[in-house]
């Protein structure tokens, strides 16, 4: 099983940003994923998650509205698109399949002018 996060960056803020995680070794559509992310000096945050199958998503408060979770089965790969970034969204990214559970080495995201 791995996880491969990419697509982080330097945004202004305001702006949007798509991070994917790349899964291999297992079929992701069979499994729910989790996003989350931690801040520098902080713990980290659960931000929201997609189910199996039929890919249903939950998002914590502080991301709802701005943040959605997606899912191409024919890349294997879970996506996490971002918008209305504010500086406060800066940290590593992570996805993670919680049955393990096995996580992502991480993407940064910076949000700053």
């Known amino acids: 099983v791995q996880l491969v996060e990419s697509g982080g960056g330097l945004v202004q803020p305001g702006g949007s940003l798509r991070l994917s995680c790349a899964a291999s070794?297992?079929?992701?559509?069979?499994?729910?994923m989790n996003w989350y992310r931690q801040a520098p000096g902080k713990e980290r945050e659960f931000l929201g998650y997609?189910?199996?199958?039929?890919?249903?998503?939950n998002y914590a408060d502080s991301v709802k509205g701005r943040f959605t979770i997606s899912r191409d089965n024919a890349k294997n790969t879970v996506y996490l698109q971002m918008s209305s970034l504010k500086p406060e969204d800066t940290a590593v990214y992570y996805c993670?399949?919680?049955?393990?559970?096995?996580w992502g080495q991480g993407t940064q995201v910076t949000v700053s002018l």
């Open positions: 997609i189910t199996p199958g039929s890919g249903s998503t």
């Open positions: 070794g297992f079929t992701a559509s069979n499994y729910g």
């Open positions: 993670q399949r919680p049955r393990g559970p096995y």
